[in-house]
């Protein structure tokens, strides 16, 4: 029998057969398998085969999972934890913190999610190895750290992480978003939406924001902000955030009902960047060429969706975001056909907004000296003049 096969199949005696072997031997090289493929087998998939692993364990065996401690998988940690914590308890805490205070990841990883059932408030030494493990390189152990640190309400690492939001390393200001975000800093999203509208890592910290607070809420909130995150996040697709980010976030959902009950100058931008975006992806076979078929079909599904809507609509009213107060206007200005109304932006306090006015001029072939020599008396940037210059 194909134990692997067995044990992801459908087939109940053969998958509780497969488990048993699974936690009786320890099957490790089975386990290493599993791991292997974490990346390919779909969720539900890995979500039966964890139960499966749960039902083979009991008082005798539950100890070998232990041996599995050195082979990491973020899709197995949780029922592993919850099993040695069933069987072992409170017996396997020292084990457990010996564990965290070794030098192995994957056995740092794993007894910080057993920790995670246990109450260690009064444990000092271990909360202050878990705040260090919570910045470690290895990014399912920071993940749990925080998280661990999040259910202990630890102020002292919240308070740091806030405090590098004032950091002029944009890296190390997204770091702390990161772990903001891991902590559930939801008294945070204000700064960290005010962060990403400066940032230049804007499309980065959009795609965290959704983890930390539905898109649906933010829209409820603070339309506008939602919207804007919206709008970093399509731009990160596929560059930076993986074609299957359409069903991680619910993009369908979230367009049509912004189109159908929702229109407004900022959500009719997000929609008419959405249209671009979604026929670029659908026409490049290389964007969608190693997305599963789900993944396939839904931008398929929401390209069918954005395509019936009406783009003269959508133009229509993206116009009102064409003024230099506008957070959004940086995108309005790449639908703008009008020459006249980029002119009007040639007078912007921002000197990068003249410069993409510019440069949206130039791609137009509407570029004129007057327009550069506009731009220059209300450019001081040394830099932002030679790029005008030779425009």
Do not use: W
């Not at 939406?193 to 910290?205: H, P, V």
């Amino acid at each position: 029998m194909d134990l692997f096969k067995a044990l992801t199949g459908k087939n109940p005696a053969e998958f509780e057969q497969a488990a048993k072997i699974l936690v009786n031997t320890p099957d490790i090289e089975l386990f290493k398998k599993l791991i292997k493929q974490d990346d390919f087998l779909f969720d539900f998939v890995k979500n039966n085969v964890a139960k499966r692993i749960q039902s083979a364990c009991n008082k005798d065996n539950f100890l070998n999972l232990l041996q599995f401690c050195d082979y990491y998988s973020p899709s197995y940690d949780t029922v592993i934890a919850e099993v040695l914590h069933k069987y072992g308890g409170l017996e396997l805490c020292e084990k457990m913190k010996d564990m965290v205070f070794s030098d192995n990841h994957n056995r740092q990883a794993y007894a910080t999610k057993f920790l995670t059932f246990l109450d260690i408030s009064g444990s000092q030494d271990i909360i202050s190895k878990i705040r260090e493990n919570a910045h470690s390189k290895f990014e399912p152990l920071a993940i749990n750290s925080i998280e661990l640190l999040s259910k202990l309400n630890d102020n002292v690492s919240k308070e740091e992480a806030i405090s590098k939001l004032n950091s002029e390393d944009e890296f190390e200001q997204f770091d702390a978003i990161k772990f903001l975000v891991t902590f559930g800093a939801k008294d945070c999203i204000n700064r960290i939406i005010e962060i990403m509208k400066k940032s230049t890592l804007a499309e980065n910290i959009a795609s965290e924001i959704p983890f930390l607070i539905p898109i649906e809420e933010l829209l409820t909130n603070s339309f506008d902000d939602g919207v804007l995150v919206l709008c970093n996040i399509v731009n990160a697709i596929p560059e930076i955030l993986l074609p299957s980010a359409v069903l991680d976030y619910g993009l369908y959902e979230i367009f049509d009902n912004l189109y159908r009950e929702n229109l407004t100058s900022s959500s009719a931008l997000l929609l008419r960047m959405a249209k671009d975006k979604f026929e670029a992806l659908t026409e490049n076979e290389e964007y969608l060429f190693d997305s599963d078929k789900n993944t396939k079909d839904e931008v398929f599904e929401i390209k069918k969706l954005l395509d019936g809507m009406n783009t003269y609509k959508l133009n229509s009213l993206l116009y009102d975001e064409l003024f230099e107060e506008s957070d959004f206007v940086f995108y309005a200005v790449d639908y703008v056909n009008e020459i006249e109304e980029l002119e009007t932006l040639l007078d912007s306090k921002n000197q990068t907004l003249i410069l993409k006015v510019l440069t949206t001029l130039k791609e137009k072939q509407a570029l004129t000296q007057e327009h550069k020599n506009i731009a220059s008396s209300n450019i001081t940037s040394d830099n932002i003049k030679q790029i005008v210059e030779v425009l």
